[in-house]
């Protein structure tokens, strides 16, 4: 198994830089091998070898729980949006590191939003906003109300886990 710490263009991530995502080798199954499959996840190698002795590289799993988001359309149907579509409209947005966005109301997300330059968030913004009111409209939702959090993205409290995407209600139908 070959585990590629990669950067958003699918470059290696240096030790001590935490990873866009994971890609994952797995040749054992010679019926099925794995190549290069996008885990999802964000992981540290650490620039120091670990203090148990052990030869391999040291990693912190920063991980990722994601979660369908359901919206009312305006027929009153349910649209269940996957995270992934979500994530990777925003990725394409320049001068973004991070993010998380948060369904907090049956038509309202609010995007929490970390730029790749400091202080820059004000900058990135609207160009975050324009893509993600673009592919919500595109999915037939355009009275979605997308909002920028004042707070940074963190981690979540209880799991430890980085999670871009999820939402704070019930499920809709």
């Known amino acids: 198994m070959i585990l590629e710490p990669v950067d958003r263009s699918y470059q290696p991530t240096p030790p001590g830089e935490i990873s866009h995502t994971v890609l994952l080798t797995n040749l054992a199954n010679r019926v099925q091998p794995i190549l290069r499959y996008d885990l999802g996840d964000r992981v540290l190698v650490s620039p120091e070898r670990c203090p148990c002795g052990s030869r391999l590289p040291a990693i912190r799993v920063e991980g990722r729980t994601d979660e369908i988001l359901a919206f009312s359309t305006p027929g009153g ?93 019930r499920p809709i139908g």
Request: charged share 20%; no cysteine; aromatic share 6%.
């Open 77 to 169: 149907g349910t649209l269940r949006l996957s995270p992934r579509p979500v994530v990777s409209t925003i990725n394409k947005a320049p001068g973004v590191h991070r993010f998380q966005v948060i369904q907090t109301g049956p038509a309202r997300l609010v995007v929490r939003l970390q730029a790749v330059t400091p202080g820059d968030e004000g900058a990135v913004w609207p160009g975050v906003r324009e893509r993600l009111q673009a592919y919500l409209r595109h999915q037939g939702l355009p009275d979605v109300v997308v909002e920028r959090a004042l707070e940074p993205p963190a981690l979540d409290p209880l799991s430890g886990k980085f999670r871009q995407v999820w939402s704070e209600l």
